[in-house]
């Protein structure tokens, strides 16, 4: 979900549960996925131990290409659901693909609390659930503005959100290109961050939820920083 105002569309479920054929979709499309990670991009995935065995969390990475989400699949066997742009759900064959891989639409333009509620299903249902914290991708070795999505979601709701930092996917793919290079990757897993409990009246302080954000963007930092060290790519500020 972006910093642009969202909704789910007409017609879709929020955070729709997939089917039988889209789970075993899911399992082969993963599989390919980790093998050609693995492969061609020299995947190395670090503190795996930092996800929650069970129930609902919230993966909050760095964002810097489009092979951010399906490269964030090889960090666990568990279908992590994302939010995508209404758009992609036009072609059908295209939307059930999307929908058996993890994903949900929105619409940009309108309320970004209908957003919200979609991913509060999806924690509902104790499912993971990815929230790109910057928005839309972003450059460079700095960790833009964040939005407060995954901090209010993990408000609402008292699960924890896994900050991710993610080494050479910009130099891998950077925005505007249509080529991918074979550059080694580097995931590495935080440890998981606990909101602050509810006020007695079951409601999220604007103050608490800032702050969670602003600790969640140095995690994010630090990780980012180390990710690319590792992956031979050092960020330099």
Known sequence: MSREE????AGHTK???????????YVVI????????????????????????????IVSPIHRSNLDTPVLSAITTRRLRY???????????????LTALGGFP????????????????????????????????QFGPEIAEM?????????????????VGMGNTEAAMPKGSKFIRPVKMVIVIGRPIEPPPLKESGRVSRKAVHALTTRLGEEIQELFDEAQAVAGHPNRR
């Not at 993963?30 to 969390?57: D, K, M, Q, T």
């Not at 995954?150 to 699960?159: K, L």
Request: net charge positive; with cysteine.
């Open 6 to 9: 969202l909704h789910v569309p």
């Open 15 to 25: 955070g729709e549960v997939m089917t039988a054929s889209q789970r075993w979709m």
């Open 30 to 57: 993963r599989a390919l996925i980790h093998g050609v990670c693995r492969v061609y991009f020299r995947l190395e995935v670090r503190g795996r131990e930092n996800l929650p065995a069970e129930g609902a969390y």
């Open 83 to 97: 939010m995508g742009k209404e758009s992609l759900w036009k072609s059908r064959g295209l939307g059930w693909l």
């Open 106 to 137: 929105v619409q940009r333009g309108t309320a970004d609390r209908e957003a919200l509620k979609a991913g509060l299903a999806c924690i509902e249902r104790g499912e993971p659930l990815v929230m790109f914290p910057e928005g839309t991708r």
């Open 147 to 163: 939005f407060d999505g995954p901090a209010y979601v993990a408000c609402r709701t008292g699960v924890p959100i896994v900050p």
